[in-house]
């Protein structure tokens, strides 16, 4: 249960004592929304920031009490995975049907997904590939990155994705993020050109001043058209770009990734944890 929640600027906040519970929470937040959409269209589109697959995908297999194992077949039949991050070069697993480049969840021969534990603990429940749209890791980034347009592009266009009734973005059932210190969002960071882009869904720098250079993400229009938003931070070490976003400090500074996340028609939620929320403004805490 959240310690806190308010509304600020649009913004709906809510704030846990601790990752678990904020990870648990965030799982009844997708769970429910997926339920909605499926209901509603038959398919939950998701997108999903590289960094948050594994807090998402473990809470959503064993859950506090291994609550959502059970339901899990049904929910991979109908929700389509996109990643928004994924192409970097980098592999610690084999490079065999991926989700993701990032352990421990993965999709390996037999098109089972993987989440965290060893031997008997290990949970994993099959995934229909064709709803899993990863980016292609074989090409360099300019190339996937219109690659991956182009399977977006198939999906609004046979309305597996919504799109927007405001221009012609996709429109995600719910986009889910997280925030670096210095306020990126997706592989979108402070000052970049990428930042402007307008026309493109999906785009690529290779001078990502985080490691590695070379990176695929969706653009802002595209997350700013998403139903929901959802971003998630936690930890202290980001607590001061938590305070500039939300408590809106130096409104005349150049304004963070993180802040230009505004859905034009969507609900936006963020999902802090106490560290994360320690320097908001009016924000206090019983020890």
């Known amino acids: 249960m959240a310690l806190c929640g ?68 049904a929910w991979w039949q109908r929700v389509m995975l996109i990643a928004i991050i994924s192409w970097q070069r980098m592999a610690f697993c084999p490079r065999v049907n991926m989700i993701y480049n990032f352990y421990p969840c993965y999709l390996d021969k037999r098109r089972w997904i993987y989440a965290s534990g060893d031997g008997p603990k290990k949970k994993k429940v099959p995934v229909i590939p064709s709803h899993v749209h990863s980016i292609n890791d074989t090409v360099s980034a300019e190339k996937a990155a219109e690659d991956y347009e182009f399977v977006i592009r198939q999906l609004v266009r046979t309305r597996v994705i919504n799109v927007s009734d405001i221009c012609d973005c996709p429109k995600f059932d719910l986009i889910l993020l997280g925030m670096g210190p210095d306020g990126h969002v997706a592989s979108l960071f402070p000052g970049h050109s990428v930042l402007d882009e307008k026309e493109q869904w999906v785009t690529f720098i290779t001078d990502s001043p985080k490691p590695p250079p070379e990176r695929i993400t969706f653009t802002l229009p595209v997350i700013n058209s998403a139903s929901n938003v959802a971003v998630v931070v936690t930890g202290g070490s980001k607590a001061d770009a938590v305070h500039l976003v939300v408590d809106d400090v130096e409104p005349d500074h150049p304004s963070l990734p993180a802040k230009l996340v505004q859905p034009t028609k969507g609900n936006l939620v963020w999902f802090l944890d106490k560290a994360a929320a320690s320097k908001l403004d009016g924000t206090k805490f019983s020890e």
């Open 6 to 73: 308010a509304k600020k600027d649009g913004r709906e906040l809510k704030i846990y004592e601790n990752t678990d519970e904020l990870s648990t929470d965030l799982a009844d937040y997708i769970a429910e929304l997926s339920e909605n959409s499926v209901k509603e269209r038959g398919v939950f589109a998701i997108a999903l920031s590289v960094n948050y697959v594994r807090l998402l995908i473990t809470r959503l297999l064993i859950g506090p009490s291994g609550i959502y194992f059970g339901l899990m077949n």
